[in-house]
Protein backbone atom coordinates (compact mmCIF):
# COMPACT_ATOMS: atom_id res chain seq x y z
CA UNK A 1 0.00 0.00 0.00
CA UNK A 2 1.40 4.19 -0.32
CA UNK A 3 1.64 5.63 2.61
CA UNK A 4 2.99 9.13 3.87
CA UNK A 5 6.19 8.27 5.66
CA UNK A 6 7.83 10.41 8.19
CA UNK A 7 11.89 9.84 8.38
CA UNK A 8 13.38 13.01 10.07
CA UNK A 9 12.90 16.99 9.49
CA UNK A 10 11.76 17.78 6.43
CA UNK A 11 12.08 14.15 5.22
CA UNK A 12 8.78 12.83 4.19
CA UNK A 13 8.36 10.14 1.39
CA UNK A 14 5.38 8.37 -0.06
CA UNK A 15 6.08 5.24 -0.61
CA UNK A 16 5.18 1.65 -0.36
CA UNK A 17 4.90 -0.06 2.61
CA UNK A 18 3.57 -3.73 3.82
CA UNK A 19 -0.17 -3.65 4.85
CA UNK A 20 -0.94 -3.57 8.83
CA UNK A 21 -2.49 -6.83 8.65
CA UNK A 22 -6.01 -8.27 10.10
CA UNK A 23 -7.21 -6.17 13.39
CA UNK A 24 -5.86 -7.81 16.78
CA UNK A 25 -8.02 -8.21 19.62
CA UNK A 26 -9.79 -4.56 20.18
CA UNK A 27 -9.27 -3.34 16.80
CA UNK A 28 -10.95 -2.21 13.97
CA UNK A 29 -8.85 -2.63 9.97
CA UNK A 30 -9.97 0.37 8.14
CA UNK A 31 -9.59 1.47 4.53
CA UNK A 32 -8.85 5.22 4.58
CA UNK A 33 -11.14 7.28 2.83
CA UNK A 34 -10.04 10.89 3.46
CA UNK A 35 -7.31 12.33 5.79
CA UNK A 36 -6.25 15.49 7.02
CA UNK A 37 -2.45 16.95 7.58
CA UNK A 38 -3.00 19.22 10.81
CA UNK A 39 -0.24 21.65 12.48
CA UNK A 40 1.45 19.20 14.45
CA UNK A 41 2.16 17.43 11.51
CA UNK A 42 3.22 20.36 9.79
CA UNK A 43 5.37 21.57 12.92
CA UNK A 44 7.25 17.47 12.58
CA UNK A 45 8.02 18.20 8.97
CA UNK A 46 9.45 22.04 9.47
CA UNK A 47 11.18 21.65 13.16
CA UNK A 48 10.90 17.85 14.41
CA UNK A 49 11.44 15.15 15.48
CA UNK A 50 9.88 16.47 18.20
CA UNK A 51 7.14 14.25 19.22
CA UNK A 52 8.11 11.53 16.64
CA UNK A 53 10.31 8.78 18.45
CA UNK A 54 12.64 8.87 15.20
CA UNK A 55 15.81 8.26 17.18
CA UNK A 56 14.45 6.99 20.44
CA UNK A 57 11.52 4.25 20.98
CA UNK A 58 8.84 5.91 22.41
CA UNK A 59 8.23 4.94 26.08
CA UNK A 60 4.44 4.00 25.69
CA UNK A 61 4.48 1.83 22.58
CA UNK A 62 8.08 1.06 22.60
CA UNK A 63 7.90 1.96 18.41
CA UNK A 64 10.72 4.00 17.09
CA UNK A 65 10.43 5.59 13.73
CA UNK A 66 10.08 6.19 10.41
CA UNK A 67 6.37 6.15 11.14
CA UNK A 68 3.13 6.78 8.49
CA UNK A 69 2.05 10.07 9.63
CA UNK A 70 -1.90 10.72 10.30
CA UNK A 71 -4.25 11.28 13.01
CA UNK A 72 -7.16 12.86 11.88
CA UNK A 73 -8.86 10.42 9.10
CA UNK A 74 -12.48 9.37 8.17
CA UNK A 75 -12.05 5.52 7.18
CA UNK A 76 -14.59 2.64 6.62
CA UNK A 77 -14.37 -0.36 8.51
CA UNK A 78 -12.55 -3.50 6.46
CA UNK A 79 -12.52 -5.65 8.92
CA UNK A 80 -13.55 -6.22 12.98
CA UNK A 81 -10.89 -7.70 15.63
CA UNK A 82 -11.65 -10.04 17.98
CA UNK A 83 -13.76 -9.07 20.92
CA UNK A 84 -15.01 -5.66 19.00
CA UNK A 85 -18.74 -4.98 19.47
CA UNK A 86 -20.69 -2.05 18.00
CA UNK A 87 -18.97 -1.94 14.60
CA UNK A 88 -19.52 -3.95 11.30
CA UNK A 89 -17.95 -3.56 7.83
CA UNK A 90 -18.89 -1.26 5.33
CA UNK A 91 -19.55 1.58 8.26
CA UNK A 92 -17.64 4.73 7.96
CA UNK A 93 -16.00 5.76 11.11
CA UNK A 94 -13.43 8.31 12.65
CA UNK A 95 -10.96 7.39 14.90
CA UNK A 96 -9.91 9.90 17.40
CA UNK A 97 -6.05 10.32 17.65
CA UNK A 98 -5.10 9.97 21.33
CA UNK A 99 -5.04 6.03 22.18
CA UNK A 100 -4.65 5.43 26.26
CA UNK A 101 -4.74 2.12 27.90
CA UNK A 102 -7.77 1.97 30.03
CA UNK A 103 -5.48 0.11 33.10
CA UNK A 104 -3.72 2.65 35.02
CA UNK A 105 -5.11 4.88 37.90
CA UNK A 106 -5.56 8.04 35.66
CA UNK A 107 -7.58 5.71 32.85
CA UNK A 108 -9.88 4.47 35.63
CA UNK A 109 -10.37 7.68 37.28
CA UNK A 110 -11.77 8.80 34.06
CA UNK A 111 -8.96 10.71 32.84
CA UNK A 112 -7.73 9.00 29.89
CA UNK A 113 -5.87 12.02 28.48
CA UNK A 114 -3.32 11.43 31.01
CA UNK A 115 -2.72 8.35 30.55
CA UNK A 116 0.41 7.08 31.74
CA UNK A 117 0.94 4.91 28.27
CA UNK A 118 -0.81 7.59 26.24
CA UNK A 119 0.13 7.93 22.24
CA UNK A 120 -0.83 9.00 19.20
CA UNK A 121 -1.91 7.79 15.99
CA UNK A 122 0.77 9.14 13.49
CA UNK A 123 2.82 10.33 15.38
CA UNK A 124 4.12 7.18 18.18
CA UNK A 125 2.38 4.28 16.39
CA UNK A 126 1.65 4.62 12.27
CA UNK A 127 -1.59 6.44 11.68
CA UNK A 128 -3.90 7.57 8.63
CA UNK A 129 -2.05 8.88 5.54
CA UNK A 130 -2.07 5.15 4.31
CA UNK A 131 -4.33 3.35 2.16
CA UNK A 132 -5.64 1.51 5.13
CA UNK A 133 -4.67 1.48 8.74
CA UNK A 134 -4.92 -0.77 12.00
CA UNK A 135 -6.83 1.26 15.17
CA UNK A 136 -8.27 0.74 18.81
CA UNK A 137 -12.14 0.48 18.31
CA UNK A 138 -12.44 2.24 21.45
CA UNK A 139 -11.33 5.31 19.24
CA UNK A 140 -13.78 5.05 16.75
CA UNK A 141 -17.23 7.00 16.37
CA UNK A 142 -19.51 6.26 13.66
CA UNK A 143 -19.99 8.44 11.43
CA UNK A 144 -23.72 9.61 9.96
CA UNK A 145 -24.93 7.94 6.96
CA UNK A 146 -25.91 11.42 5.69
CA UNK A 147 -23.00 12.90 6.38
CA UNK A 148 -20.46 13.55 2.86
CA UNK A 149 -17.22 12.28 3.13
CA UNK A 150 -15.98 15.58 2.16
CA UNK A 151 -17.35 17.54 5.49
CA UNK A 152 -15.21 17.93 8.24
CA UNK A 153 -15.01 14.39 10.36
CA UNK A 154 -15.50 15.59 13.58
CA UNK A 155 -19.08 17.07 12.74
CA UNK A 156 -20.81 14.23 11.43
CA UNK A 157 -20.59 11.91 14.32
CA UNK A 158 -23.86 9.56 14.64
CA UNK A 159 -25.75 10.57 17.36
CA UNK A 160 -26.27 7.50 19.54
Known sequence: ???AVYYGRRD???ESVKDPGPPRSGELLLEVIRA???GTDVSEYLHGPQAI?????DPATGYQGPVILGHEFLGRVVEVGPGVEGFQ????VVSGAGVWCGQCAWCRAGRTNLCER????GLQADGGLAEYVRVPA????HVAEECPDEIGRASCRERV
Open 36 to 38: GIC
Open 138 to 141: KTCV
Open 1 to 3: MRA
Open 53 to 57: PVHRP
Open 89 to 92: PGQR
Open 12 to 14: VRI
Open 118 to 121: YYTL
